[in-house]
C-alpha cells in the first residue's frame, strides 16, 4: 500500500503542473482537500494558490467564483466580497436568476461563512443562498450527492466542518462528481486505510496508558473519556509525523478532566484549596498537604508532564514549561469556580463569562497543540498560540457551545449559574430567547477566527490548529447535544475513522 501510495503521489504532484487553467486548477485543490489528502502537497497547494490570487479571473459562474473566494480566504488570502457584485442587480440584491443553480448556491453558502466583521454583504449571501437551498431540499428537487452535501452544509457549512468526518462523506460522493479524477480516489483510499493502522496503534497505546493510570490513581468517580479525548486530538492534527503532538494532546486533555471531576464533582471546598495549593506548587514535597485519595493523582499529573519535557528536544522544552504553567492558572479558575458554588454565589453575565471563558480549557488546549511540532512552530508562532484574542474567541464557542448543550439536559447539583442561565436571569426571558443571543455570539467570534486566517496570514499553520479546535467544538456540540459527555453519538464515527477501512 505505501508503495502504492508512493507513485500515485507522484502522478498526482505532476497534475498541479500540468494544467494552465484556473478552474481545473481550483477543482484539484478543492478535491485533494476534501479527500483528505491535502497534507500530502501542501506546498503545491500553497504554490497554486498564490498564482490564482494573483492572476486575474474573470468567470462568470457563481460556483467558480465562490470556490475561488472560499479557497483562498482558508488559506489567509484575501479576498474582497465585491467579487460577489456581478451576480446582484441594481438595487444591489442578488439576482433571482442565480436561485436555480444549487452547485453555485452550495459553494455562495459555503464561501460566505468565512465572513469576517463589517461584511454585510456576506451575511446577505448567506441569508439568501440558505433560503433557495432549503427550498429546494423541501421540494425535493436535488439528486444525489448534491442532496447530501446540501443538507449536511445546512446544518454545518463546510469551512466549519471537521476534515476527516468531511473526507468520509466525500469518498463515497467524489466518484459521482462530473469530471472526478479517479487518481486521486485512488490515492485517497490508500492514504486514509494507511493513516487509519497509524491512528489505531496510537489509540491502543492511549488506552493502555489510561487503564494504568487509573488503575494507579483510584478514583472511582472519573470519567472514562480517553477515545472521545484522542478523537478530539486526532480532528485537529491528523497526520502522520504528528503522533507525539496528538498522544501528547490527548493525554493533556484527560490530566485535565481528571482535574475537573475532583473540583467539579467530588472534592470538598477544603480539599479543592489544597488541591489548587499543591498543583501551584508544583513539587512533590507538596503532596503532604493533599487528602490521601489525590495523592497518587498528583504524582501521576507531575511524572505525566515531566515525561512530556523529556521526550522534546531542548529548544521545546519551553513550551512543555508553558503548558505547565497554564494547568497552574486552569487549577486556579477551577478554585474560583468551586468557591462561587461553595458560597452560592450569583454571578453577572459579564462575571460569568470572564471566569468561565477561563475554565473552557482552550488557553491550555492551544498551547498544548504546539508541543511536539519542532522548528515547524516558530517562538512567534508559539507566543500568538499562548495569548491571541482568536484563542479567547474559540474559548467562548466552547463556553456556549457547552453551555447550551448542558442547560438543555439539566443542571447538576451543585453547579453555578451558567452564561445560559446568567443571561435569562439578568434579562428576564426565556431558555429560547438566551439561546438564539449566545448563538449570534458565537457567530461574532467565528468571525474574529475567520479574521485571523488573513491577519496573520504567515502564522496560518498555528492559526489553522486554533481554527480546528473551533471546528472540533462545533462537531462535539453539534444539535445542542454534549457528544463528549454522553459519547453514544459518536460510537459510528469512531469506527469508521478508526476500525471500518475504506473498500478499495
Known sequence: MRQRAKRLKMNV????????????????????????????????????????????????????????FRLLREHGLWVSPVTFNKFKGDDGRFMNGIADEPRGLLSLYNAAYLL???EPELEEAI?????????????NNLKHPLSDQVKRALNTPLPRTSKRTETLHYLSEYGQEEGHMSILLDLAKVEFNLLQGVHLKELKAISEWWRDLNEHVELSYLRDRVVESYTCSHMLFYEEGLAF?????????????????????????????????????????????????????????LNNFKEFENQVVVSEKYRVAHAKKEFQILSHYFLQEAEWSHNNYE??????????????????????????RGDAITNEAFMWAASSTTVTSCAKIMRFTNDIASYERGKNKGEIASTVECYMNEHNII???????????????????????????????????????????????DKRKDAYTFSTHLQEIVRNLFINPITM
Not at 477543482?27 to 494573483?54: M, S
Not at 441569508?127 to 421540494?139: A, E, I, N, W
Not at 496570514?457 to 498555528?462: D, E, K, Y
Open 127 to 139: 441569508s439568501f443562498s440558505r433560503y433557495h437551498l432549503k427550498s429546494m431540499m423541501q421540494g
Open 431 to 477: 431558555s429560547e430567547v438566551a439561546f438564539a443571543k449566545l448563538d449570534s455570539l458565537v457567530e461574532d467570534e467565528w468571525r474574529t477566527i475567520n479574521q485571523a486566517r488573513c491577519e496573520h496570514h504567515q502564522l496560518l499553520p498555528v492559526v489553522q490548529r486554533v481554527v480546528n479546535l473551533a471546528i472540533c467544538i462545533m462537531f462535539f456540540y
Open 347 to 372: 454571578p453577572s453575565f459579564e462575571e460569568q463569562l470572564a471566569l468561565s471563558t477561563k475554565t473552557s480549557t482552550v488557553q491550555l488546549l492551544c498551547v498544548s497543540t504546539t508541543v511536539g
Open 245 to 301: 503532538t496528538r498522544i501528547t494532546f490527548t493525554k493533556i486533555i484527560v490530566l485535565i478532566i481528571m482535574m475537573d471531576d475532583t473540583y467539579d464533582s467530588h472534592a470538598t471546598i477544603q480539599e479543592c484549596r489544597k488541591l489548587n495549593e499543591a498543583i501551584q506548587r508544583w513539587n512533590e514535597s507538596a503532596v503532604s498537604v493533599l487528602p490521601e485519595y489525590l495523592k497518587n493523582f498528583y504524582h501521576k499529573l
Open 116 to 118: 469576517v466583521h463589517d
Open 13 to 68: 504532484r505532476t497534475l498541479f503542473w500540468t494544467s494552465n487553467d484556473v478552474v481545473v486548477r481550483m477543482n484539484l485543490v478543492d478535491a485533494v482537500q476534501r479527500l483528505g489528502i491535502g497534507h500530502l502537497f501542501k506546498d503545491e497547494i500553497r504554490r497554486t494558490l498564490n498564482d490564482i490570487h494573483q492572476s486575474e479571473f474573470t468567470s462568470s459562474s457563481l460556483h467558480e467564483v465562490a470556490l475561488r
